[in-house]
């Protein structure tokens, strides 16, 4: 992700700008300036340009005007601190308070506002930066970013739990790194960039696999089954619930021993399965449960593709995009599908637009409320009850429902999972700073979990990956925030939360429709291609044909409740919904609906692309 890696800042210059900051005082006025450009130097950076009398020429300055327009019609006058066009947006204190105690807190947060007024003022033609900063003088900076750069809020990066800098974190490599970036090319920390790569490249490692495994005669939904289950397998070595490297080392011995690979691969899957001792693995293992591997039934590999399971696992699992995996595994998983590898999917910038404004905006609003209250009981030296305002909060966070009623492979519930992490974790974050971290282990238990996001799939296959997908994300988020998982047993969970069934109509039973001659009524199955012998371009392959069906007392589904619902449902329109869909499925449901809407669950909010 961070591509050209500068050399690290000589040890003597930087142990003698830490000394030099490390007691400093006076007014932020007098010193922010200075701490900046010496920082700008350390560095290796260029140092802020000199202002001109036309604001539009200044693209990198200190005190840069804009006009901050207010509800009468007024305008007032802004500057901000320092200005990096395309980069940044940069507001300075020097507060003079311990750090992480509340009135530090409160003096970043005010800055932190003050930093998205100025970025909400400037003109729409120089666009919004990807990063706020914040920065207590000559002690810390914090980052916020907001990569789309569509409206939605700067939230902190990379998150909750690293984005504040200390001084002394600068003799880390990487956060030099990660600063010089920021000034230079800050969109080169978008992690989703770098996931995308990543998981582009394991979902055409996957594809081949299957497609090996299935011309080896093996039914296509074994080894979707299989596959999924060594997909995990090879996230949870990434990430620490497996001994390091311990898989893949397997792996390699196996290729070798080819005929012993089911049987080693059967004995961890069921001793991750049970949890405790796992012989192939010389090691203990923990209890994931959850269903994942109940009734495991290896498919046994041959060499080339036991290589093909290992380039698999030498990429790096941690750093998957769950938001893009789902649709590229089902696309690699079902051959029907897999023409579909290279093209295009549903980005994570597309799904943001539809989840930040109808679920993360509305509840960012009522968080910004909460800390003002918050902060009214701290100036009534209440703490007690501002700590009982954020947890109430919190409470209300982990028991958020929301609902993707055509979930697909799950991307929508993904990213809305990933969004509401990062706000709980800026709430934890709150919390433990007022309590001295004493309440920190006493909410751990309570928590934003995949059984908060429901899903309703007709796919069986997408709806299994959408669960795999969920848990992914939730364990990847973990990992990111604290470096190392340590979960309750089991550690997966089956929360039933995504339903592989039709999201319009329930139904007694179905009937086979027949003709005339007693034979069923098929069409093509929508999903599978060939080349035509023409052309060389992919057409329907007409010889690929589902049976129609007659629906026996159809009514509406029961959505299942919830506060937010979202998602992008297929669009199929009336002139082709009998050609695509067959007589009996429409006739039932415009038995059910006639000329209304399809049901709505009982919540707050929907949104649908």
Not at 214 to 224: C, D, H, K, L, P
Not at 237 to 258: A, K, M
Not at 518 to 543: C, F, H, N, R
């Amino acid at each position: 992700m961070e591509s050209t890696q500068q050399p690290p800042i000589p040890e003597p210059q930087l142990e003698a700008f830490l000394t030099r900051w490390r007691d400093g005082g006076g007014s932020e006025r007098a010193n922010y300036q200075l701490f900046l450009t010496e920082l700008c130097a350390l560095l290796d950076l260029p140092s802020p340009d000199p202002a001109a009398d036309a604001t539009e020429h200044n693209a990198y300055v200190f005190e840069r005007r804009v006009d901050i327009q207010r509800p009468d019609g007024g305008v007032n006058r802004g500057y901000i601190d320092l200005y990096k066009r395309g980069c940044f947006v940069l507001e300075a204190k020097q507060s003079g308070k311990q750090l992480d105690s509340d009135g530090w807190d409160k003096a970043m947060l005010a800055a932190h506002n003050q930093a998205d007024q100025y970025v909400r003022a400037l003109p729409a033609e120089e666009g919004r930066p990807p990063f706020i900063v914040v920065t207590d003088v000559g002690r810390s900076l914090e980052l916020y970013a907001e990569f789309t750069r569509s409206g939605g809020s700067y939230v902190p990066f990379p998150d909750p739990g690293h984005h504040r800098i200390r001084l002394h974190d600068l003799r880390r490599p990487e956060i030099q790194q990660r600063l010089r970036l920021l000034w230079s090319d800050p969109d080169q920390l978008d992690p989703s960039r770098h996931a995308a790569r990543v998981t582009r490249q394991i979902s055409r490692t996957l594809a081949r696999l299957a497609r090996s495994l299935e011309q080896s005669g093996f039914e296509v939904e074994r080894v979707a089954h299989f596959l999924k289950r060594c997909i995990f397998t090879m996230f949870a070595e990434d990430v620490g619930l497996l001994p390091e490297d311990q898989f893949l080392e397997l792996l390699q011995r196996l290729r070798d021993t080819p005929q012993n690979f089911a049987d080693a691969i059967r004995g961890l899957w069921q001793s991750m399965h049970d949890g405790g001792y796992c012989g192939v693995l010389n090691a203990r293992v923990l209890r994931f449960n959850g269903g994942l591997f109940q009734g495991v039934n290896p498919i046994p590999l041959d060499r080339e593709q036991i290589d093909l399971l290992i380039d698999a696992a030498r990429h790096d699992w941690s750093q998957v995009e769950p938001a893009i995996f789902g649709t590229l595994l089902e696309r690699a998983l079902d051959p029907r599908e897999r023409h579909k590898l290279g093209a295009h999917y549903t980005p994570r910038a597309y799904v943001e637009r539809l989840i930040l404004p109808t679920l993360i905006e509305p509840l960012r609003e009522q968080w910004q409320t909460i800390q003002a209250a918050a902060q009214t009981w701290l100036q009534q030296g209440k703490r007690d009850k501002a700590i009982a305002e954020l947890r109430a909060y919190h409470h209300q966070l982990c028991q958020l429902r929301i609902l993707d009623p055509a979930c697909g492979s799950g991307n929508f519930l993904y990213v809305a999972l990933e969004h509401l992490k990062r706000l709980e974790g800026e709430v934890q974050n709150l919390i433990a700073d007022l309590s001295g971290g004493q309440l920190g282990l006493e909410t751990s238990g309570l928590t934003v979990d995949p059984h908060q996001f429901l899903g309703l799939e007709l796919n069986p296959r997408a709806a299994a990956i959408a669960e795999l997908v969920l848990w992914i994300g939730y364990l990847q988020w973990h990992y990111r925030i604290h470096g190392r998982l340590d979960l309750p047993e089991p550690i997966l969970r089956d929360f039933k939360n995504i339903e592989n069934r039709d999201a319009l109509i329930d139904y007694d039973r179905r009937e086979p429709i027949l003709d005339h001659q007693g034979q069923a009524v098929t069409l093509w199955d929508g999903l599978s291609y060939k080349l035509s012998p023409v052309t060389g371009e992919l057409i329907p392959d007409e010889a690929q044909r589902i049976p129609l069906y007659r629906y026996i007392n159809p009514r509406k589904a029961q959505w299942p409740e919830a506060d937010y619902s979202v998602g992008n449902p297929p669009f199929i329109g009336a002139s082709t919904m009998r050609r695509a869909l067959g007589d009996g499925y429409v006739d039932a449901v415009r038995s059910v609906y006639g000329t209304t809407n399809p049901p709505s669950p009982r919540g707050r909010a929907m949104a649908f692309a």
